[in-house]
């Protein structure tokens, strides 16, 4: 029986037969795995309270005809507590995307490092934030997953003539995932996108800033909206069989908060 070792992040649990649990969990060096804990739901059970979701863990599976097993977990050095249900909202919403997205046997350690910094900066956010900035936090590591993955956007030049895109106002075009100058969006035959100058720009820094800038951001409300948008229409062009549910999710959890 072979083993696996690696520093993982714990995506999501659920409960299988009457004591047992599987795990989906991101490693450093493997990418998606997914294991059974026997007993893991018992009373007596020590490695349950080293795997809740959006924790970090040094974890050894023990790979199996079936279903790999989990035989050790020590919670990492990563792990940090959340305060609000911000931080919760926005870390269960990537999740979600990120199983949808993920597929064993890929690895990338630049996302394991994304979910190290997502979860070190959700656990600053003492006081709760408002909808619309989780939303905005989301919107950030979305991006930057999909840039990761081949599914972000095409922003540096037009898609039809091949003309750099400078601070000036643009129009994304879904089909192909790219944006059109004013020059050419009569040569478009699909349904466009404005997106005003401002908004262009915001959207090439959540691609790029820390997240603890993002969270510093200072923008009109309308600005902040449009990017939304503008993330929720990329996101269709990702291989997704529905919107990820965080665009509204968020909002409701952190406004009945």
Known sequence: MGYIRDQVVVLKKMS??????????YGKEHGLLLAVARGAMKISAKQASQLEPFS??????????AYDHLAVA?????????????????AGAFSDLCLKLLKP???DERIFKLWVELSGISSQIKAEISPLRAQLLFSAVSLRLL???????????????????????????????AVVCLDCRGEVSEALIRVPAHAMNLLQFLRSASLADVLRITAKVDLIETVVVMTREI??????????????????????S
Not at 56 to 65: E, L, Q, T
Not at 76 to 90: E, I, L, P, T
Not at 249 to 256: E, M, P, Q, R, T
Request: proline letters at 5%; a positive charge.
């Open 147 to 177: 840039d990761l993955l081949g599914y972000g956007p095409f922003f540096k030049s037009c898609a039809m003539c091949g003309e750099a895109q400078g601070p000036t106002e643009v129009f994304y075009a879904p089909e192909r995932n």
């Open 74 to 90: 020590v919670r990492g050095k990563q792990s940090k507590r959340f305060f609000s249900v911000s931080a919760y909202a926005v």
């Open 56 to 65: 970090f863990a040094d974890v050894m599976i023990a790979k199996g005809r």
């Open 105 to 107: 046997g890929v690895a």
């Open 235 to 256: 996101c269709k062009h990702a291989p997704l069989d529905r919107e990820p549910h965080g665009f509204q999710s968020i909002s409701k959890l952190v406004a009945d």
């Open 16 to 25: 299988i037969r009457e004591w047992d649990r599987q795990y989906f969990l």
